[in-house]
């Protein structure tokens, strides 16, 4: 079974800070995902990594950056938290066999304050 | 980004009865797929469909896809109070790589 490790499940932060959300993966997998989930909204990329030190912008890459020093973890950055950035934020990776499936982390709910 | 829509936003059932939830997306696909999240979690894969395909099934759910229409139908047939949750489809749309474009989902109540 693919395994997607979130570092945190919740997180409470204040305006302004250096927030990092950390994904771990146990397998080869080259591609990771970074969604952020909004009510109304569905899952809106905002990264994606092919493989390690890529990475491309994905729908919202505004306010965020990446960093994919190793293949098996892929960090989001927040460089200064701000209250629009609270919100459900999920990890991914992609499987190349079957399909363009994706696994999912179980997520974290981040709190700007 | 193009998303897709789901039908209805939220739906309550009787345990027993079928759910059936829809989904309208606006371009060509490789791939149309549904995902299930429970309150607070992560989401979790239930079936593909590609486009060359009209209907599949996995156990209590079928899956249809009409491309001309641009739409799928998800059935969960004879439904538990396990399935409440929210479900989501998701194209891999025509030369968009690896990506997928999630819908805003459908939320799902089964009541015993």
């Known amino acids: 079974d693919v395994k997607v490790t979130q570092s945190s499940r919740y997180l409470v932060k204040r305006t302004g800070e250096k927030v990092f959300l950390e994904c771990v993966q146990d397998?080869?997998?080259?591609?990771m995902f970074w969604y952020r989930q909004d009510p109304g909204l569905g899952l809106r990329l905002i990264y994606f990594?092919?493989?390690?030190?890529?990475?491309e912008k994905g729908d919202i890459p505004e306010g965020y950056s990446v960093s994919r020093e190793k293949k098996e973890r892929f960090s989001l950055i927040l460089e200064s938290a701000s209250t629009n950035q609270t919100s459900m934020y999920l990890c991914?990776?992609?499987?190349?066999?079957?399909?363009?499936?994706?696994?999912f982390g179980a997520g974290t709910r981040l709190s700007v304050l | 980004s193009q998303q897709g829509e789901e039908d209805p936003q939220a739906l309550s059932i009787q345990e027993g009865e079928n759910a059936t939830m829809n989904c309208s997306y606006k371009?060509?696909?490789?791939?149309l797929q549904w995902y299930r999240q429970n309150s607070g979690r992560g989401l979790v894969h239930l079936i593909l469909?590609?486009?060359?395909?009209r209907e599949k099934h996995s156990g209590r759910l079928r899956v249809t896809l009409d491309t001309s229409k641009k739409s799928s139908s998800l059935l969960i047939t004879a439904s538990r109070a396990a399935d409440t949750a929210s479900y989501f489809c998701?194209?891999?749309?025509?030369?968009?790589?690896?990506?997928?474009?999630f819908g805003t989902g459908t939320r799902l109540q089964v009541t015993l």
């Open positions: 990594s092919y493989d390690v030190k890529m990475k």
């Open positions: 991914a990776i992609r499987r190349t066999s079957g399909g363009d499936i994706q696994y």
């Open positions: 397998m080869d997998h080259e591609n």
């Open positions: 469909i590609r486009s060359n395909e």
């Open positions: 371009t060509s696909i490789n791939n």
């Open positions: 998701a194209t891999h749309n025509t030369g968009t790589a690896s990506k997928l474009t």
